[in-house]
């Protein structure tokens, strides 16, 4: 339903007070724009919601969700506007854009995948290939207990976006956890990331 973008705005910052200003468009303004464009080409069917909706049209000519322009079982609510917070994030060589893990349970042990998506910075330094990265999961099961695990990975520089992933493997039977509880885990992962450049 919302997109998230970067930017990169080094050469826009100023030394003194800086502003930031964000237009919106009607999501159904630009959706009827969009469709006014294309049609000249073909149409894309459909134009509009069934009469009885009481919806708005061009839908699948915008990347919103379909129920917003109304459905069957549901109002008009178009969306627009910014969903999370607004971050100015200083980045030398990575940034982690996300974090996504995937469970699954092996004999009395949990197996947490940990992907890691991250970013690089287009680095002005020819004289590297790569970006040598020391990666720490750390997860506090209980007070007394915590389940860690490191990893040294090579990051490939001229590459913009890497997946990398790291387990976590937490013991089942002796801490008698479920697969419940581990999913609440994941929200008390977190990372350690040193790096260091590989000179060619």
């Known amino acids: 339903m919302f997109l998230r973008y970067i930017f990169d705005v080094t050469d826009f910052i100023k030394k003194e007070q800086?502003?930031?200003k964000v237009t919106f468009?009607?999501?159904v303004k630009v959706a009827e724009d969009l469709y006014n464009e294309q049609k000249n080409h073909y149409v894309i069917p459909p134009i509009c919601v069934p009469k009885e909706y009481n919806g708005e049209c061009?839908?699948?000519?915008?990347?919103?969700?379909?129920?917003?322009?109304?459905?069957?079982?549901?109002?008009?609510?178009?969306?627009i506007g910014i969903w999370r917070d607004v971050e100015l994030i200083p980045v030398n060589d990575i940034l982690i854009n996300d974090i996504a893990t995937d469970i699954r349970k092996e004999n009395n042990t949990w197996?947490?995948?940990?992907t890691i998506f991250l970013e690089t910075t287009k680095s002005k330094d020819e004289e590297f290939i790569g970006i040598s990265c020391h990666i720490a999961s750390i997860l506090h099961i209980a007070q007394n207990k915590v389940v860690s695990n490191t990893s040294e990975v090579v990051l490939d520089a001229s590459e913009k976006y890497i997946n990398v992933n790291i387990l976590l493997i937490v013991p089942a039977v002796s801490s008698k956890i479920h697969r419940k509880e581990i999913e609440n885990f994941k929200k008390r992962i977190y990372f350690v990331i040193s790096l260091g450049k590989i000179i060619l």
């Open 58 to 79: 061009h839908v699948n000519h915008i990347r919103k969700m379909q129920a917003s322009f109304s459905w069957d079982w549901g109002p008009a609510f178009p969306s």
């Open 111 to 114: 197996h947490i995948l940990v």
């Open 18 to 20: 800086n502003v930031l």
């Open 25 to 27: 468009r009607s999501a």
